[in-house]
């Protein structure tokens, strides 16, 4: 089991940028892929970013490529979320997810654990 807290969350204007960071518990983290996920108000939640195990396979949602990286410290226990270039749009609740098995990595109910959530907000 692990347990996941985010932090870096916060107001940013338009065009800055955030490193949010999930701190893991637990010595298993190296072995989970992860995944980054947010949700704006009145949206379901969305997939923004996984990494396996290594960080040798990386995914991105297309509202996150070329502005967004993801990588993971596992000496460290930690996960990171570089965002670029920040929109409006991109205003959610940003958490982070521990995926055990091998099932679809953009679909959050394959994830079996969760932080708690980090707020960002990008004003325009």
């Known amino acids: 089991q692990v347990q996941l807290v985010e932090s870096g969350g916060g107001l940013v204007q338009a065009g800055d940028s955030l490193r949010l960071s999930c701190a893991a518990s637990?010595?298993?983290?190296?072995?989970?892929?992860m995944g980054w996920f947010r949700q704006a108000p009145g949206k379901e939640r969305a997939f923004v970013a996984r990494i396996s195990w290594s960080g040798g396979r990386i995914s991105y949602a297309d509202s996150g490529k070329g502005r967004f990286t993801i990588s993971r410290d596992n000496a460290k226990n930690k996960l990171y979320l570089q965002m670029n270039s920040l929109k409006s749009e991109d205003t959610a609740v940003y958490s982070c997810a521990a995926q055990v098995g091998s099932g679809s990595y953009y679909a959050a109910a394959e994830y079996d654990y969760w932080g708690q959530g980090t707020q960002v907000t990008v004003s325009s």
């Open positions: 637990g010595r298993t983290f190296s072995s989970y892929a």
